[in-house]
């Protein structure tokens, strides 16, 4: 089993796994304890990424080590574990320096990889369109730029020969000779990928906010939530859209809208977005800023929580944490406890509500809820009303179709080539109806 190059460096490679044999590793500091099993999300993540799991180690730390996260004591046990359980990779649930990652790599002889790596690579299998895939590919350069130093000491090792004179005379220990050539240019190739890839998607990005902003028209609402929360299932329920589900976490990476019906000639745009996740690498939330668009411009969020799963409460605040970077936070929203029919200790739903008393217990699989909840978007939709009589021009089916949809005709004359509209109507979608008009 050659699993003894990591020394020099030489055997950084991108994580592609084919039933990899995975030791899981977590590092708990003091008060920062998950509900739960701590590692049950790195395995989720690892059976994501087709890994298979052969062992767990969980360490608790007053102070981490700086060199090598756990200790070197920890490392040598962490390698003999391995060895016992033939695996190929060490799968940390913490996010680990450059520097960090290469100790530990020569202490335990096998690939090794943090969170952030191990999510990017699962989100570099599931993307399915281009877009999905330059916006990976950003996330993952970005990511993987400070680390290219750590990915050629082999070859600054082979340089450092050439004594205190030529190459070898530049920089330094540590950075003399062709290696310290070969990162500039590998970093300069980075920057220039990197650069271009923003251009990219800076051009999605108006294209987006142009559809996006051509459905003003309509009432637009985002599903956000926890990885594999039933988002799509409940797509799926209320709009037939026969969207793609499955028991992985990061199932769906592409932004997916269909009409929802609402009853009474009443509909909104309902829009399914990746799944969040603790800790969600920063470049990848700026990159896949454009595909969440319709959360960033969405009239209502729909939260939905995988209610029986015992950290629910954590993946709460995870999810606000990720709004909150994209600076919707404040948005109006209803959270929704997925899967209440499927709890099989009920004080997990009654502690839920006991915290969120605004929120629906659903089931997005049988139905349950989902009467209730068309009737509490239906309220969103219409809001607070005020009364008054608009004169519309019989030629303008937009507008006479905006107010069909989100107002209340009481009454109506005709007269001139108009319509005289006696209406109840929303402040909000008044105001949209002037910016309609206005544009």
């Known amino acids: 089993m050659a699993k003894n190059t990591f020394a020099d460096g030489a055997a950084r490679q991108a994580f592609a796994v084919t039933r990899e044999r995975a030791v899981l590793v977590g590092v708990i500091s003091d008060g920062h304890a998950l509900a739960g099993e701590p590692l049950a999300e790195l395995a989720e993540l690892a059976r994501s990424a087709n890994a298979e799991v052969v062992d767990r180690v969980l360490q608790k730390r007053r102070r981490l080590d700086a060199a090598t996260y756990v200790g070197r004591g920890k490392l040598d046990e962490i390698r003999q574990r391995a060895d016992v359980a033939d695996a190929d ?37 599931r993307a399915r369109t281009s877009e999905a895939r330059l916006q990976v590919e950003l996330a993952q350069l970005e990511y993987t730029a400070p680390r290219l130093r750590g990915m050629w000491t082999h ?91 499955e028991n992985l976490l990061f199932a769906t990476l592409d932004t997916l809208t269909r009409r929802w019906e609402l009853g009474g000639g009443r509909s909104a745009l309902l829009s399914d977005t990746v799944g969040f996740v ?20 969405a009239d209502l969020l729909l939260h939905v ?47 839920l509500r006991q915290n969120h008393p605004q929120a629906l217990p659903i089931s997005a699989r049988s139905g349950a809820g989902l009467d209730r909840l068309r009737a509490e978007v239906e309220e969103r939709l219409l809001g607070e009303q005020e009364r008054i009589t608009l004169a519309v021009r019989l030629e303008d089916g937009r507008t006479l179709g905006f107010l069909e949809r989100f107002a209340d005709i009481l009454g109506r004359q005709y007269e001139d080539g108009k319509a005289i509209l006696d209406v109840r109507i929303s402040r ?12």
């Open 428 to 439: 909000r979608a008044l105001q949209r109806l002037q910016r309609l008009t206005s544009g």
């Open 305 to 351: 929580v995988d209610t029986p799963n015992p950290r629910a409460a954590d993946h709460i605040l995870a999810v606000q944490e990720v709004l909150d970077e994209l600076g919707v936070a404040d948005k109006p929203a209803l959270l929704l406890l997925n899967k209440a029919d499927a709890l099989e200790d009920e004080s997990l739903l009654t502690v």
């Open 155 to 245: 070859l600054e090792r082979i340089a450092g020969a050439g004594g205190a004179s030529g190459a070898g005379a530049v920089g330094g220990i540590g950075t003399r000779g062709p290696g310290e050539r070969q990162i500039e240019i590998d970093r300069r190739l980075v920057a220039n990928r990197v650069a271009l890839l923003k251009r990219k998607l800076a051009q999605i990005d108006r294209r987006r906010v142009r559809e996006v902003r051509a459905r003003e028209d309509h009432f637009r609402i985002s599903l956000v939530g926890y990885t594999n929360a039933g988002k799509s299932t409940l797509l799926n329920a209320l709009t037939g859209a026969g969207a793609r589900t």
């Open 278 to 297: 603790r800790d969600l690498p920063h470049h990848l939330v700026a990159s896949f800023r454009a595909t969440l668009e319709e959360t960033i411009h």
């Open 89 to 125: 990779v060490i799968l940390f649930d913490n996010d680990l320096s450059p520097s960090q990652i290469r100790e530990i790599e020569k202490v335990v002889q096998r690939k090794v990889l943090d969170r952030s790596e191990l999510i990017l690579d699962i989100f570099a299998s």
